[in-house]
């Protein structure tokens, strides 16, 4: 039996980053992880070899639509997907490698096995039982079931599935219009398949602000998806090669099928807790089935903590991370802190799409006086340049105080753009704070000068 000043189960974004943190602070760490390899979903799964094949397709769209338009003439790539596939390999191998690097660099013990609490202050793993002082549950999400869909990680799959399937499908169906859905749909539509979108609600990307849902919804359709709002999916029959989606249309309760080679099941994901002998501690659990943790991410049992997609909030591996930097902090007598109203949110589509901050919607439901300042990339001549003038930066500023309240930008480089607003958050800034700082021409970046200028007394390129 080995003893630790903190033992974390789970070694994703959330995991990981703890330990480090912990071990850097002095405290002695092994992290529990059943998985071949570390890093969790994110990096196994989810944010990185997504972001692989978003990157290696639009790559491919760029060379078919937009390199003749520079006088980059010839034969357009055609694509190998084993080799694509191949390449997003190689990506994971290197990121969950340099995980383990990171490990052995910090001194973190990796205990393989899958871990569980036997009782306060231990930690199972297989036969053997390990002390802690402190226990970090960081055991993230898994995709959320749907009533009569049943999958098989073949023909009905969810993004696990999509992002290994062994042949380029001519259809695919994805249930949701989530973050996860737009962007795997994103990728196979660059690679020729026929995608349609179908969503219980009225908008995609739920919860987002409007004005992007809109102007994402549009874009994706000119790329080429199909969407079926307002749709309630009943199941999903499949046979070895085909499947048959069954959905009701909210608005007149009718129903139809659509026959596809893929089904993407991306209605949601939902915690992972199980075998943990939470309900033997007696963890308190939420009605989502989050694990319940107070301020300083304890749960209700002395010593045990938990973080990450396990918890209640977005579940975003940078949201995962601060909370992991947090509770070391904690644990290391020190206050470790997250503002939960400035954490972004990006989707990785062509054009990318970031948020962070109220959306007009929240304002309004609040009641707080707002100011808008929009600006769009036709007037930003970067994005013309590289044809991506399609999009907006949209700031939404105090009416009296001009303190900026929440931003939201779709267009090139949106998911870096976006981090200048989180900083001026972060220090309080106005909108003139931000317009007066000078911004380096030409970048995309002068979009976002511009729409803080539009809070104020007007853009210049507008
Ligand atoms: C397709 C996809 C794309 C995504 N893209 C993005 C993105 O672009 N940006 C973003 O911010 N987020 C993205 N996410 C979400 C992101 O992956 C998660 O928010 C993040 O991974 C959560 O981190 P975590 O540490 O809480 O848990 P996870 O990353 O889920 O890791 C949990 C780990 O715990 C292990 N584990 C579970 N139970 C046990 C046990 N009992 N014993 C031992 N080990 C255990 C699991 O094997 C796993 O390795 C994406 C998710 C998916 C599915």
Wanted: hydrophobic share 40%.
């Amino acid at each position: 039996m080995a003893s630790y000043d903190v033992i974390i189960i789970g070694s994703g974004p959330g995991g990981y980053v703890c330990a480090i943190r912990c071990a850097q602070l002095g405290l002695k760490t092994a992290v529990v992880e059943g998985s071949a390899t570390l890093g969790g979903t994110c990096l196994n799964v989810g944010c990185i070899p997504s972001k692989a094949l978003l990157h290696a397709t639009h790559m491919l769209h760029e060379a078919q639509h937009n390199f003749t338009k520079m006088g980059l003439m010839g034969k357009a790539p055609s694509v190998d997907w084993k080799a694509m596939r191949a390449y997003k390999d190689d990506v994971i191998a290197q990121n969950t490698k340099g995980i383990e690097f990171l490990f052995k660099k910090n001194k973190i013990d990796w205990l393989h096995g899958w871990g569980s609490i036997p009782e306060a202050g231990k930690v199972q793993v297989g036969d053997e039982v390990h002390e802690a002082k402190n226990i970090v549950i960081a055991t993230g999400s898994e995709t959320s079931s749907l009533p009569g869909v049943t999958v098989d990680e073949k023909i009905v799959v969810t993004s696990t599935g999509a992002l290994d399937l062994t042949k380029i499908p001519k259809t695919m169906v994805v249930i949701g219009a989530g973050v996860i859905g737009l962007e795997m749909g994103s990728v196979y539509a660059r690679l020729g398949t026929q995608v349609t979108v179908i969503e219980y609600l009225d908008a995609v990307t739920p919860g987002m602000d409007k004005d992007l849902q809109k102007t994402l919804q549009r874009i994706l359709k000119k790329q080429g998806f199909t969407f079926i709002m307002g749709a309630a999916v009943q199941g999903v029959t499949s046979t070895k090669t085909k499947a048959t989606v069954t959905y009701k249309l909210r608005k007149d309760d009718s129903e139809a099928t659509l026959d596809t080679d893929i089904v993407l099941l991306a209605t949601g994901r939902k915690p992972v807790t199980d075998g943990l002998g939470l309900d033997a501690l007696g963890v308190e659990i939420s009605p989502h089935g989050q694990v319940v943790t107070n301020a300083n991410w304890a749960t209700n049992i002395t010593g045990i903590f938990a973080i990450g997609d396990a918890i209640a909030g977005p579940m975003l591996a940078h949201k995962a991370e601060d909370e992991g930097i947090a509770v070391a902090e904690h644990f290391a007598g020190k206050s470790g802190h997250v503002n939960y109203g400035l954490i972004p949110g990006v989707i990785y589509t062509s054009p990318e799409v970031a948020s962070v901050g109220a959306t007009e919607q929240s304002l309004k439901d609040q009641g707080v006086a707002y100011a808008i300042g929009k600006f769009s990339y036709m007037g930003n001549g970067r994005a013309k340049a590289v044809f991506q003038a399609e999009g907006f930066v949209k700031i939404l500023a105090d009416k009296t105080t001009d303190r900026i309240l929440g931003a939201h930008i779709i267009g090139p480089y949106a998911g870096e753009l976006i981090h200048e607003i989180c900083i001026a958050m972060e220090f309080g800034a106005s909108a003139q704070d931000l317009a007066l700082t000078c911004h380096a021409h030409p970048t995309f970046s002068e979009a976002v000068r511009e729409a803080a200028l539009a809070c104020g007394s007007g853009a210049i390129h507008a």
